[in-house]
T-cell receptor, first 110, second 115 residues
Framework: GQQLNQSPQSMFIQEGEDVSMNCTSSSIFNTWLWYKQEPGEGPVLLIALYKAGELTSNGRLTAQFGITRKDSFLNISASIPSDVGIYFCRGQRAGNQFYFGTGTSLTVIP | EAGVVQSPRYKIIEKKQPVAFWCNPISGHNTLYWYLQNLGQGPELLIR????????DSQLPKDRFSAERLKGVDSTLKIQPAELGDSAVYLC?????????????FGPGTRLTVL
């Protein structure tokens, strides 16, 4: 099935650093969602975006819906060890079609 | 409130054997999803149910995979016969509606290893 491109594929950062990742597609989406998945668990929804240009925060997390509607960005400020996991984007369009990204693996070094 | 429950958590079988996974969604959630997640990849939708009706099974390999959701609550996903390439995590999720804004709640998944 189709998977959206996420970048970077993996990140190793020091605790306290900020993190940026993005998700890109060749086609337009109406909704962008960001999930976090920890080992042995299913993905958990972090942030949902519904309008081009929208900027939404959830604590230290901030996500943006790209103005072209073909991309989305997730930033994590002042990372902490519990931020470790794999972050997935999900794009959704009309007709209930949705696709997950390939994931960004985040490792935070204390 | 209990989350999405899946069992078993792990399953190891030999190729050509049958296998079944069970999912109990969050109470009151009408929409149920089965996903396949390969190592290092995002989840890929296999089938979506609205109550007991499979409304999107376009990605389900019907030659060997089958699913059912009797009475619109619990669901079972079956593979018969299993192949080596079926080794993956099978995730179940549920949501209260099927709309674009509906939050999907995922279970912990069943990790299948086919030898």
């Amino acid at each position: 099935g189709q998977q959206l491109n996420q970048s970077p594929q993996s990140m190793f950062i020091q605790e306290g650093e900020d993190v940026s990742m993005n998700c890109t597609s060749s086609s337009i989406f109406n909704t962008w969602l960001w999930y976090k998945q920890e080992p042995g668990e299913g993905p958990v929804l972090l942030i949902a975006l519904y309008k081009a240009g929208e900027l939404t925060s959830n604590g230290r997390l901030t996500a943006q819906f790209g103005i072209t509607r073909k991309d989305s960005f997730l930033n994590i400020s002042a990372s902490i060890p519990s931020d470790v996991g794999i972050y997935f984007c999900r794009g959704q369009r009309a007709g209930n079609q949705f696709y997950f990204g390939t994931g960004t693996s985040l490792t935070v070094i204390p | 409130e209990a989350g999405v429950v899946q069992s078993p958590r792990y399953k190891i079988i030999e190729k050509k054997q049958p296998v079944a996974f069970w999912c109990n969604p969050i109470s009151g959630h009408n929409t149920l999803y089965w996903y396949l997640q390969n190592l290092g990849q995002g989840p890929e939708l296999l089938i979506r149910y609205e109550n007991e009706e499979a409304v999107d099974d376009s990605q389900l390999p019907k030659d060997r995979f089958s699913a059912e959701r009797l009475k619109g609550v619990d669901s079972t996903l079956k593979i018969q016969p299993a192949e080596l390439g079926d080794s993956a995590v099978y995730l179940c999720a549920s949501s209260s509606t099927s709309g674009g804004s509906a939050t999907q709640y995922f279970g912990p998944g069943t990790r299948l290893t086919v030898l």
